[in-house]
T-cell receptor, first 115, second 114 residues
């Protein structure tokens, strides 16, 4: 069975500082994908970053990087140089490789960026 | 504009009524998903589909029915709505290539069951 865990319900970070949002996962699939999505107060789901389980390099997209530690089954999101507009809910998700690409989400972390 | 469209955007219904939420995508993506998001919570997978006529249960399928007769459409039906099904419903489709993968989400349907 697949499981995604985000243990930080809320986080505060000072503007311009870096912040790490934690995500751990569990799966018996050998091949899988990991995602991070941002949900601002408007409610839309915004794709941030993707990491494949066989990718040896950590994924990066602008100020976002995914710290992938396969042995520890963790896929933490690092946001560098936080901006006020980064205040939002952040969701970690995992796509398995059996049964039609089932994709599940964690409970989310609400990030507050302080000026 | 091409994309993934959900309708209606808002829906109010009464307990016991049947409700269908529509989802249409213009990309011909194979994989499609339905999620519900309750206030202050994450997204929970209701049903997903790998292709037309192939659907499977997700984490919380009870009380819901889906169909996928055409690749581009993936309607979700609440057969007899209950108050616990008050939620925001998101439809998504996914695309995957050798190096990247992404879910595209609709704008959501806010459903209230009175």
């Amino acid at each position: 069975a697949q499981k995604i865990t985000q243990t930080q319900p809320g986080m505060f970070v000072q503007e311009k500082e870096a912040v790490t949002l934690d995500c751990t996962y569990d799966t018996s699939d050998q091949s899988y994908g990991l995602f991070w999505y941002k949900q601002p107060s408007s409610g839309e789901m915004i794709f941030l970053i993707y990491q494949g389980s066989y990718d040896e390099q950590n994924a990066t997209e602008g100020r976002y990087s995914l710290n992938f530690q396969k042995a520890r089954k963790s896929a933490n999101l690092v946001i560098s140089a936080s901006q006020l507009g980064d205040s939002a809910m952040y969701f970690c998700a995992m796509r398995g490789n059996t049964g039609g690409f089932k994709t599940i989400f964690g409970a989310g972390t609400r990030l507050f960026v302080k000026a | 504009d091409a994309g993934i469209t959900q309708s209606p955007r808002y829906k109010i219904t009464e307990t016991g009524r049947q409700v269908t939420l529509m989802c249409h995508q213009t990309w011909s993506h194979s994989y499609m998903f339905w999620y519900r998001q309750d206030l202050g919570h994450g997204l929970r997978l209701i049903y997903y589909s790998a292709a037309a006529d192939i659907t499977d249960k997700g984490e919380v399928p009870d009380g819901y029915v889906v169909s996928r007769s055409k690749t581009e459409n993936f309607p979700l039906t609440l057969e007899s709505a209950t108050r616990s099904q008050t939620s925001v419903y998101f439809c998504a489709s996914s695309v995957r290539d050798s190096t990247n993968e992404k879910l595209f989400f609709g704008s959501g349907t806010q459903l209230s069951v009175l």
